[in-house]
């Protein structure tokens, strides 16, 4: 069945635009409904518009276990009816495309703009919960802390929250509308600061999309250096992450420490590349560096005593009791509601679910070299800080392996024009989950549509789920073990 | 406790002795760039075509190098046939005023103390709301970084606040969306006055890789007066400290040296 309905594609493959099946509206509700009962997740929903009023959408299903990923397509007018109430996940999406381009999801339980574009269509106000004693709390959108922008609702009984609505949109910047015509001087770095502080997770997705248009194959050692460098962003902000956690229980040891060895990470991606978040590293063809042997030996020290630093740090976390006790039992996601809204990264495998694209589609290196999979069970703050921390381990092995086993050769492999009427899926594990980009072509090999989806996409919606039924006191700490992207989600 | 108190033996003594020594920057760092006017070939304008963000500009055989745009890529390094191009170890990149990014031939005019009456006030308390305005997060990363053990903020008498009321100025990181805009003057105007601005990166000095979309304003200076610019994609966090520091007028020198 699926063979007609969708094309299935390998990640960083190109394929050429009318080979991709464009079905009726029914049978496409029936091939994303179906898929995802099966076990598949949405990893992007989105509209092109086609002239006359009349918008395609496409959706990127990834089937994990089966290690598929497929493509298919329809042609919506002014409305359809909503994928969302059978496949909760689509609800952001089916927001995000009614928001763009005007088409109704018919249907549809909370039709809201996602990004308050210039078109504010559907519901504009927030979901309010009436009753005695209930009362509403906003924060945003600037925040206490050094952070991004972001508007926090919640509607609370006593200290206990109800619900909390999250509304976004404060750093659109209008990416993706300035990628169409590209690529050009400056889509590189539209891509270096999609999220900054995922500067090598979003351009190794978008070299890797370029490069499947254009035919072009990074040399091996490119490859492995772009794992390396990958594998360093991830190291820096998860002990980040653990560190502000700390924090925000109060722990002031770890705080500071991870705070600290946080920065030695983002030095050794320096010593790479002269730029603390890899700006400059990844190039479409390869990467922009190259390092000699005293280079390797120099980063192989550093990231031996990093991780005794962030071993002895965060072992303090694991065997503080107060630490312990704010940890356990707080956000609890259930592995049900992760997979009925699709989240990804850390958040997924610490609710058990084994997601992880490196695994699932690996793309680069990591079809070389397995990186495992790590998972916790309980799907609360703990085990989103636990599995930062088998990961920060299993980061270092694998950096620590690459340096070693470096290939011979050249960095960079020359870039070719990029084929016309063609489209290719990107998809890299960044530190917060699965980044997918998709480029496609027009007749003159120049990008006629560019969507990119942020793992934040995904997940925002589950912090405000693991919110509810918790205290609002404890609001930063989920938050922080989400650590979620305001301009990734924004774009 | 024993633990806590190993461990914090084990992580050692961190914080750097900035400004009093000069900090090691790494090898590939790139700092203030230099171009050799001499070796370019008549005519040519290969680095300005490659420039993303135009930063470099060459009308009638003058180059104008403006800072504030700069992207510290390698563009334009990877551009110039003839290696005119290249990244110094200079971190030392803020100034007061906006012209004073612009390279035309000649040195970086660097940030001066604030006037005495003000420098009185702040001198020794300067407490900074900080505001993401379009911000990718690498400069906000990099604001946070200064408050960690290594840079240890607070012993300069600098110190982030979560509210504008309790705050002397505002930090400013983003090209400043249109959808952060009011969010911004609402912001600067619940500080109480006399405040100070300072905008870190190229985004906020002047809308960094998003200059001229339609849904941002092209830096902090179009919505509120700035007093400290700079420079950097993000800036590192020496060049913010080194400004931060010459405002108050704790580092003097122009060079530092």
Known sequence: MAATLSIHASNGERIALETVPRLSISDFHDLVTGSVRGGARITALFGQPQGGGTVRLFAVLADGNAGTLSLSSTDVASDYPSLTPECPQAHWFEREIAEQFG??????????????????RGITNFFQVAGEEIHEVAVGPVHAGVIEPGHFRFQCHGENVLHLEIALGYQRRGVERALNGGPNKRTIHYMETLAGDTTIGHATAYCQAVEALANCQPPARAQALRGVALELERLANHTGDLGALAGDVGYLPTASFCGRIRGDFLNMTALLCGSRFGRGFV????????????????LLEKIEQALRDVTVATSLLWSTSSVRARFENAGTISPKTCKELGLVGP?????????????????????FFQVPVSTFQTGDVFARAYVRWLEIQRS?????????????????????????EAVALSLVEGWRGEICHVAMTNQHGRFSHYKIVDPSFHNWFGLAMAMRDQQISDFPLCNKSFNLSYCGHDL | MLKANLARYQQG?????????????????????????EKCPVGCRDCADACPTD???IDNQTLRLDLGRCLFCTDCVESCPEQAIRYTQEFRLAANRREDLVMNDKTLELAKALEDKTRKLFGRSLKLRQVSAGGCNGCESDVNVLNTIVFDL??????????????????????????????????YDAVPSPKIVIAVGACAIAGGPYINHSEVHNGADTVVPVDLYVPGCPPHPFTILDGLLRLLGTIEDLRGS
Do not use: C
Request: aromatic share 8%.
């Open chain 2, 13 to 37: 003594y961190r914080t750097i002795p900035f400004p009093k020594a000069e900090p090691v920057m790494p090898d590939r760092f790139r700092g203030q760039p230099v171009i050799e006017r």
């Open chain 1, 347 to 367: 958040v997924a495998r610490a609710s058990g679910l084994e997601r992880d694209v490196r695994q699932e589609f690996p793309f680069g290196i990591y079809r």
């Open chain 2, 154 to 187: 607070g012993r300069f008498g600098i110190q982030f606040v979560a509210s504008p009321r309790h705050a002397d100025g505002l930090l400013i990181t983003g090209p400043v969306t249109e959808n952060m805009k009011s969010a911004l003057k609402n912001t």
């Open chain 1, 396 to 420: 270092v092995a694998f950096v620590r392996d690459q340096l070693k086993t470096l290939p011979p050769g050249s960095i960079r492999a020359e870039m070719k024009p990029l084929a016309a």
């Open chain 1, 103 to 120: 088409v109704i999801p018919q249907g549809h339980p909370w039709l809201k703009p996602i990004r308050y574009q210039s078109s504010r």
């Open chain 1, 283 to 298: 190039r479409p063809g390869g990467v922009g560096f190259d390092v000699d042997d005293a280079r390797v030996t120099q």
């Open chain 2, 55 to 57: 930063a470099i500009t």
